[in-house]
């Protein structure tokens, strides 16, 4: 909605809001144009109230009902964007229904109390009046709010801590800034923003992977808060949290999942060690990870972030033993269903620090020369995750040709040597010069340069390129070398091979 500056239009409106069965009363008073549209007037309102505009609305006027069209959008809905108020209202003193969220069902009256001529010199819309702030999204709708203000009144009630931790512990629901409210409303909204509920179920899909490739946490931190959604929200149901997460953007539920941490131990913890994987700095990384152990003794990725300190000191024996004890204790942790290999791990949520602890170990295995034993936990995590969400297959392929067990390697290639893989084309090119079948191995050669051209020249003369970038080639550079890079430079006829093909020397 942008800010509409000496409109020339017959009629401006003076509006009053006000949000249904909420005491004291929360209301807004509200100036806009006639030559606006009701879908303007809806982002006029979100802006009121400070929501978020991240769930379905409408407007019931007479016997009409207009909002937003899309596919879910029921036929007797009128589009928003294509009437006026002018054209609605007729320059007339009117009273109508504004819903928001029909899951909470925010209902609110507009009641037209004024039609004058519109000002030259007004900025519209502009709010010249209200009281209170706007209630909380997602909080319920009126009784739900209100039950959470009560809550938030009274230190002693069990549910307190969950909602300070969620409503934040500035909540004032006496707070009304108008001079904030203005400066929003006469803000231009952003380009990029994005219309997620006119998105297509693919596309969702594909923002909702985007969010998982930038924090592949999400889901983990969206499960451990699962108990703590269903009280804040007064979800009764396991099938209720469920579809209230579903329903929710994948940008909205990171925030959410973030914001939502309560004060639980073992979930700070969480929160600690996986900052501490994170970390670039050896002392910083030691003392979060340090700081999870004293909350949760058995957090499993505050030792895997230790091992990293370790490495990063030159003592690979305390690293693996960090490696090795943060195995164990995840192999406590889920007990029986180790036993059972018909469960794919990668659905279930419980089993992550199990598959990062033997995935870890395993490349700590390889690095340190101690490939055969590698090779079974790497086995196992594909066996346990058929999708390998991991990329296990690559070092596992790696491992293989690393010990020449040549089948073997073959069998994985071919299994998940996809078109378009950017990684596995260069352990087949490996695979086929091992196996003695040099012309499959200069014809896949072509394929893996066209896959990555960078790989070559990384293999070949490692100094005379730039440290890898941060670029989808560069990082996927930095995944081939780690899974295959020690098997070909360990083989000096393959690399002089490569050097006569890519060099013709």
């Not at 997460?245 to 929160?271: G, T, V, Y």
């Not at 469960?343 to 033997?358: N, S």
């Amino acid at each position: 909605m942008s800010p509409k500056k000496k409109q020339t239009g017959p009629n401006a409106y003076q509006v009053k809001l006000t949000v249904q069965d909420i005491d004291p009363s929360i209301w807004r008073r509200l100036l806009i144009s006639g030559e606006d549209t009701l879908a303007d007037l809806h982002d006029a309102i979100q802006i009121c109230f400070g929501w978020d505009n991240c769930h379905l609305h409408e407007f019931n006027i007479g016997k009409k009902r207009y909002g937003t069209q899309d596919e879910d959008c029921p036929p007797d809905v009128l589009d928003d964007e294509a009437y006026s108020l002018d054209q609605i209202l007729k320059g007339k003193k009117a009273k109508f229904e504004y819903v928001y969220d029909f899951g909470d069902n925010w209902r609110v009256d507009v009641v037209v109390e004024d039609v004058q001529p519109l000002d030259p010199d007004q900025l519209y819309p502009h709010c010249v009046d209200g009281s209170r702030r706007g209630p909380a999204e997602d909080s319920g709708g009126p009784w739900g709010y209100m039950s959470k203000l009560e809550t938030l009144r009274n230190p002693d009630d069990p549910d307190y801590a969950d909602i300070v931790d969620w409503m934040g512990e500035d909540w004032d629901p006496e707070h009304f800034d108008l001079q904030e409210i203005n400066a929003a409303l006469q803000s231009a909204p952003e380009e990029s923003a994005i219309d997620f509920e006119n998105l297509s179920e693919e596309e969702r899909d594909e923002m909702l992977e985007a969010m998982l490739d930038q924090d592949p946490f999400l889901e983990e931190r969206v499960a451990r808060m699962h108990d703590r959604i269903a009280t804040v929200h007064s979800l009764k149901t396991p099938e209720a949290v469920h579809d209230f997460i579903e329903a929710m953007e994948p940008e909205e539920l990171r925030e959410f999942a973030m914001k939502h941490m309560a004060n639980n131990p073992k979930d700070a913890a969480f929160e600690y060690a996986l900052l501490a994987l994170e970390a670039d700095d050896p002392a910083e990384a030691l003392q979060l990870a340090t700081s999870a152990l004293e909350l949760d003794p058995e957090n499993v990725d505050a030792r895997l972030a230790l091992s990293n300190v370790a490495l990063s000191e030159g003592d690979v024996d305390r690293a693996m033993a960090h490696l090795r004890e943060g195995h164990a204790i995840a192999a406590s942790a889920l007990g029986d269903k180790l036993a059972d290999y018909s469960l794919d791990f990668g659905d279930i949520v419980e089993t992550r620090p199990y598959m990062r602890a033997i995935y870890s170990l395993a490349n700590a295995l390889v690095a340190s020369d101690e490939t055969e034993e590698a090779v079974g936990y790497f086995r196992e995590m594909l066996d346990r995750e058929p999708n390998d969400s991991m990329g296990a297959r690559y070092s596992l392929a790696g491992a293989y040709l690393e010990l020449r067990q040549i089948p073997e390697a073959r069998a994985v290639i071919r299994e998940y040597n996809t078109d378009g893989d950017p990684i596995l084309p260069w352990a087949h090119v490996l695979e086929r010069f091992l196996a003695g079948k040099k012309k499959e191995a200069e014809a896949g050669l072509e394929e893996a340069i066209a896959a990555n051209p960078l790989m070559a020249t990384s293999l070949l003369d490692p100094e005379s390129i730039p440290d890898l970038d941060e670029s989808d080639l560069g990082l996927t550079t930095k995944m081939t070398l780690a899974s295959f890079g020690k098997a070909w430079l360990e083989n000096e006829k393959a690399i002089e091979w490569l050097a006569s093909k890519v060099y013709g020397r």
